[in-house]
């Protein structure tokens, strides 16, 4: 869970970081898991076999978690866009990854894990692994059509809130377009090209700051629901 899991997974994270976390989270959760655990198999196979279904069960719901992290990430990214800011992906110290990102992309994703650390997201994670072990016992856990269906009802939300989170700036920035194109047919001395690109950055950041608000209180009201979301996926991974 801890290596897809948003904060957690981050790339940034040192792997020596993450493991010394899951270490620390074994260490704490292994006195009331053991309590439960029924007898382990005695051959090999079937003993990775149940440990293959176990990181199963964290990768599924670390990788619904960043889920909603991703929307954020393409909601920045039509914004960035649409307003001419391809070429800064492209020389991007932040970026210790070696992948091209978004400006706007890296800045609704800070906004984000502010949010989520300020609601105490991070806790979510810690409750789901105890949940896990009560929900899904050892060796129990099925990949299912319902698994799936639960996990595409998920990734389809969250598309949705991204294309929501990024519908102000992209209508008016499609508006300056319509405009533009028109200022072109009626003065045609009018380099277009030129002016285009100054015109739509500095209407896309003003859009952006007006909508600023409405996208805090949208990524507000979705990582709210992320608990509930890992909640319910937990009761569909049963066999």
């Known amino acids: 869970m801890l290596l897809f899991a948003p904060i957690f997974g981050n790339a940034n994270i040192p792997l020596q970081i993450r493991v010394a976390i899951s270490l620390m989270f074994t260490f704490i959760l292994y006195p009331t898991v053991i309590k439960s655990s029924p007898a382990f198999p ?3 196979a079937s003993y990775m ?20 992290f ?19 992906a492209i020389v991007d110290p932040s970026s210790e990854t070696g992948e091209e990102e978004q400006s706007i992309s890296i ?10 650390l300020s609601i105490n997201g991070h806790h979510w994670f810690i409750n789901t692994t105890v949940q896990s072990f009560e929900k899904i016992p050892f060796g129990s856990f099925q990949y299912t059509a319902v698994t799936l ?12 809130m ?31 090209f030129i002016v285009a690109f100054p015109i739509k950055i500095l209407i896309g950041f003003f859009i952006l700051m007006v909508s600023l608000p409405f996208a ?12 509930n979301s890992m909640a319910s996926l937990l009761s569909v991974m049963r066999g």
Do not use: H, R
């Open 107 to 116: 800045f609704y994703n800070m906004i984000a894990l502010l949010i989520f």
């Open 49 to 68: 076999f149940l440990v293959i279904k176990e990181v199963a069960i964290g990768a599924v719901i670390g990788f619904v978690a960043s889920i909603i």
């Open 42 to 44: 005695s051959d090999i």
């Open 70 to 88: 991703a929307s954020f990430t393409m909601a920045g990214y039509l914004i960035s866009n649409q307003m001419g800011l391809d070429t800064a």
């Open 162 to 192: 991204g294309i929501k989170i990024s519908a102000p700036s992209l209508v008016v920035l499609l508006l300056t377009v319509v405009v533009l194109g028109l200022m072109t047919k009626v003065a045609q001395e009018i380099n277009v």
């Open 216 to 227: 805090i209180n949208a990524m507000m009201s979705y990582l709210v629901s992320l608990e």
């Open 149 to 160: 269906s639960k996990i595409l009802t998920v990734f389809k939300t969250f598309f949705v």
